[in-house]
């Protein structure tokens, strides 16, 4: 019904940037929020960067500074613009959206297949 197709992950040197694409589509309705979510090596799933309606934006500590996360809600894509990125950033990052169908009322969680970023020299 609903998929989310992630890009712009890759290999960058430690101080360099990225930038994450990730565009949904589908029977969708409305689009409560979109985010970013990563996975490192070995440990549990977080949260990096969440944008509602379109504008009010929301970051975890480590993001906060060197990530920027937009929107474009005409085409149902967000974006994460990394940057001054470190070592430990190296994750699987996963674009997460809430969202109605044209089929239920209720908010449901979508999850794209994740895009791997690796931060090394």
């Known amino acids: 019904q609903v998929q989310l197709v992630e890009s712009g992950g890759g290999l960058v040197q430690p101080g360099g940037s990225l930038r994450l694409s990730c565009a949904a589509s589908g029977r969708i309705f409305s689009i409560s929020s979109m985010g970013w979510y990563r996975q490192p090596p070995g440990k549990e799933r977080e949260l990096v960067a969440t944008i509602t309606s379109g504008i009010i934006t929301n970051y975890a500590d480590s993001a906060k500074g060197r990530f920027t996360i937009s929107g474009d809600t005409a085409e149902n894509t967000v974006y994460l613009q990394m940057n001054s990125l470190k070592p430990e950033d190296t994750a699987v990052y996963y674009c997460?959206?809430?969202?109605?169908?044209?089929?239920?009322?209720?908010?449901?969680?979508?999850w794209g297949q994740g895009t791997q970023v690796t931060v090394s020299s």
């Open positions: 997460n959206a809430r969202l109605r169908t044209q089929y239920t009322s209720s908010l449901l969680n979508y």
